[in-house]
């Protein structure tokens, strides 16, 4: 493969990669936006099951939104690590499997309704008695807890990729200390919300989430704009390409010199 080629891959990984990143975050605040309008604040487990029903094609979209967004940020991982390897190779490959792991942790618990539908159709059953009812809501609260757990597994694995990719970045001529440091404190700030809810789940999880969202944003349409560099440096080396000289036969238009008539 020659140069120009694995500059042009390159720019497309880096432009992709960092238009990946910020679709994920537009998906995510979406998808916090269908939950705050549509679904509400979390209640009881009881009303929760009661009104599942009412709410389930909303929470259906805010869970496709969930879904896409972290399979972007996956890409945006990936894309992070290509622009990185080069300075930093650990704390760039650490930094983005563990991102990655974090957001495959996070991706098993992102459509509960696959869960809670089959639970609430039980709920609403004709003729369920009331203590079957009751039973349904233990079951319920149990998936709850599976899920939860899934959550908070994800939201502490995908932070130290941040600080991994951040430590890297800082000794990166083309993000320099700003963004490194950046990458680290967000890493650090939703690291330190993801411990409080080892202990118990609560609404700080919106913190550590606002982190992500930001350091997808901005890091995002920083690995963007670097496609915008390899693009430059591909066209001076068509350009340069274009104008050597044929080593073969010395001319500069790579044709073959005609014979000259004895």
Do not use: C
């Amino acid at each position: 493969m020659s140069e120009l080629q694995t500059m042009r891959q390159e720019r497309s990984v880096l432009k992709w990669g960092g238009l990946a990143g910020i679709g994920g975050s537009i998906l995510l605040v979406a998808a916090f936006v269908i939950v705050g309008v549509l679904v509400g604040a979390p209640s009881g487990p009881v009303e929760t099951v009661m009104n599942f029903p009412e709410v389930r094609a909303a929470h259906m979209v805010e869970e496709a939104l969930y879904l896409g967004a972290l399979a972007l940020w996956a890409i945006h991982f990936v894309a992070m690590y290509r622009a990185l390897r080069r300075t930093r190779l650990a704390s760039a490959l650490f930094g983005s499997a563990l991102g990655v792991t974090g957001l495959v942790v996070l991706a098993a618990g992102a459509l509960p309704q696959v869960a809670k539908a089959p639970l609430s159709a039980l709920y609403h059953a004709p003729g369920a008695t009331s203590q079957e009812q009751a039973t349904v809501v233990l079951l319920w609260q149990a998936t709850q807890g599976m899920l939860n757990a899934l959550l908070v597994t994800g939201l502490l694995l995908v932070p130290i990729g941040l600080i991994g990719l951040g430590v890297a970045a800082l000794k990166a001529p083309a993000f320099g200390k700003g963004y490194g440091g950046l990458s680290v404190a967000l890493g650090g700030v939703a690291l330190a919300a993801a411990f409080a809810l080892v202990s118990d789940v609560s609404e700080i999880a919106v913190v550590a989430m606002l982190s992500l969202i930001v350091f997808h944003i901005v890091l995002g349409w920083k690995v963007y704009s670097l496609s915008k560099t390899f693009s430059e440096l591909a066209a001076g080396k068509e350009v340069e390409a274009i104008g050597r000289p044929d080593k073969a036969s010395g001319s500069t238009d790579g044709l073959k010199p005609a014979p000259i008539p004895r």
